[in-house]
């Protein structure tokens, strides 16, 4: 079982932070494989409670190596602001937190370029990042990667004007902006290129060497399936392909060497910005939902829209990624609540659906048929017993897949394993 890719099932938020922390401890690497610092992941240990939105979180086991993958857009500020908060919180980095050369580097123009275009289209939810602009400068072979900064001066030099070039042009002919000074941004990716350059690596290699050697690796990815740029709600997605497919480019894996897919999901739902959410809620319900599942951004602090679990959705996700294993996390949230609604079927006119008909059907125009399921108690939820049992149960029964993991709470202890398939270490 050399490779095992953790992947959230929804639109992001599902708890895949913590899940990772819990099984980084039984791998030898931890390697991000997509996205930037546009999505946040918060584990908690004991008291503290760590946020991160570009460092894998297995970091936080000693023995584990952590990695960034080529597939990764980093921003540099926010690379070196979290490794500076691990150090003052004697999180030890050296020696174990690599970049690989060929990821990409999302610059300023880029932040400037995602919030004008955000502007300018009335907006789809992004976080202004700037990381759609930086994968498309890689698409457009005009971006500088990470490997770069190492360059002679003059290859160096020659990249970073093309670059500037290329997105001064931008600035000046579709938003009339002026362009960035030349020499602060290169004196800035200096100053970073000095202090990163001890963490440069190329990680590809390395975990191919711990994979011939017998070792494992995790693949962890951000954002959710639903946000894939591909097979998300389309155009309400994330710029980068965050299926578990993703894991072979973005980590430069070979399929057949990926055994495990273990897919997270809220027992309810959450989503950020704009898009289709066929079991959104509204009202009370919404305020119960987000008041008790604490919904609000790691990245940004903005409220989480809400949803019940939406069982159509899921299994298209599931099927997607090639789910071997599942996680239900936030449990808890729903304790109190009954019956809960469950999101069956979609309905389109007189057709029923059981998995999303996305290509076919606008899934702002399907009516969600709900089932009520029997409630449980806090004390059920926490034991995993009696009528929280029984709902697990029955979505394994729904989904064909065993629910190995059930998370209740945001500690490392507050989770039950009901199945031997996922390996973890609190």
């Given at each position: 079982?050399?490779?095992?890719?953790?992947?959230?099932?929804?639109?992001?938020?599902?708890?895949?932070?913590?899940?990772?922390?819990?099984?980084?401890?039984?791998?030898?690497?931890?390697?991000?494989?997509?996205?930037?610092?546009?999505?946040?992941?918060?584990?908690?240990?004991?008291?503290?409670?760590?946020?991160?939105?570009?460092?894998?979180?297995?970091?936080?086991?000693?023995?584990?190596?952590?990695?960034?993958?080529?597939?990764?857009?980093?921003?540099?500020?926010?690379?070196?602001?979290?490794?500076?908060?691990?150090?003052?919180?004697?999180?030890?980095?050296?020696?174990?937190?690599?970049?690989?050369?060929?990821?990409?580097?999302?610059?300023?123009?880029?932040?400037?370029?995602?919030?004008?275009?955000?502007?300018?289209?009335?907006?789809?939810?992004?976080?202004?990042?700037?990381?759609?602009?930086?994968?498309?400068?890689?698409?457009?072979?005009?971006?500088?990667?990470?490997?770069?900064?190492?360059?002679?001066?003059?290859?160096r030099n020659h990249r970073l004007e093309r670059a500037m070039a290329w997105n001064e042009e931008l600035l000046a002919c579709r938003y009339g902006k002026p362009p960035l000074p030349r020499e602060e941004v290169r004196g800035s990716l200096e100053a970073f290129a000095e202090q990163i350059r001890p963490h440069v690596r190329d990680v590809v290699h390395a975990v191919h060497e711990v994979d011939r050697k017998g070792g494992e690796i995790l693949l962890e990815g951000a954002q959710g399936a639903g946000l894939d740029v591909t097979f998300g709600t389309y155009p309400f997605v994330t710029s980068s392909h965050t299926l578990a497919g993703g894991a072979t480019v973005g980590a430069g894996v070979p399929p057949h060497r990926i055994t495990k897919v273990v897919g997270i999901f809220k027992a309810y739902v959450t989503r950020v910005g704009r898009g289709p959410f066929p079991t959104e809620v509204s009202g009370e319900d919404e305020s119960w939902l987000r008041e008790r599942g604490q919904e609000y951004g790691a990245t940004t602090g903005r409220p989480r829209r809400c949803g019940w679990l939406d069982l159509p959705f899921l299994r298209y996700m599931i099927a997607l990624n090639g789910v071997t294993d599942l996680v239900l996390t936030k449990l808890d949230v729903l304790a109190g609540r009954d019956p809960i609604p469950v999101g069956m079927a979609y309905r389109v006119g007189h057709q029923t659906w059981t998995h999303p008909p996305l290509g076919e059907v606008d899934l702002t125009q399907v009516e969600v048929e709900y089932t009520p399921w029997p409630g449980f108690s806090e004390q059920e939820a926490v034991a995993l017993e009696g009528g929280a049992e029984a709902y697990v149960q029955a979505l394994e029964e729904?989904?064909?897949?065993?629910?190995?993991?059930?998370?209740?709470g945001p500690r490392r202890r507050d989770l039950k394993v009901r199945r031997s398939t996922i390996k973890i270490v609190v």
């Open positions: 079982m050399p490779y095992t890719v953790v992947v959230g099932l929804q639109w992001g938020d599902e708890g895949k932070g913590k899940i990772v922390d819990v099984m980084a401890g039984a791998y030898a690497w931890v390697v991000r494989f997509q996205g930037g610092a546009n999505a946040g992941h918060t584990v908690q240990v004991g008291d503290e409670t760590y946020i991160f939105h570009l460092i894998p979180s297995g970091l936080l086991h000693p023995d584990v190596q952590v990695g960034i993958g080529p597939g990764v857009v980093v921003d540099p500020e926010v690379l070196l602001q979290e490794l500076e908060m691990l150090r003052q919180r004697g999180i030890e980095v050296q020696g174990r937190f690599w970049v690989d050369p060929r990821s990409t580097l999302v610059l300023p123009y880029h932040k400037l370029q995602d919030a004008f275009e955000e502007e300018k289209r009335g907006g789809i939810g992004t976080t202004r990042r700037g990381i759609g602009p930086a994968y498309r400068d890689r698409a457009q072979r005009v971006a500088l990667r990470v490997g770069d900064l190492f360059l002679p001066e003059s290859e729904h989904l064909g897949l065993p629910v190995a993991v059930v998370s209740t």
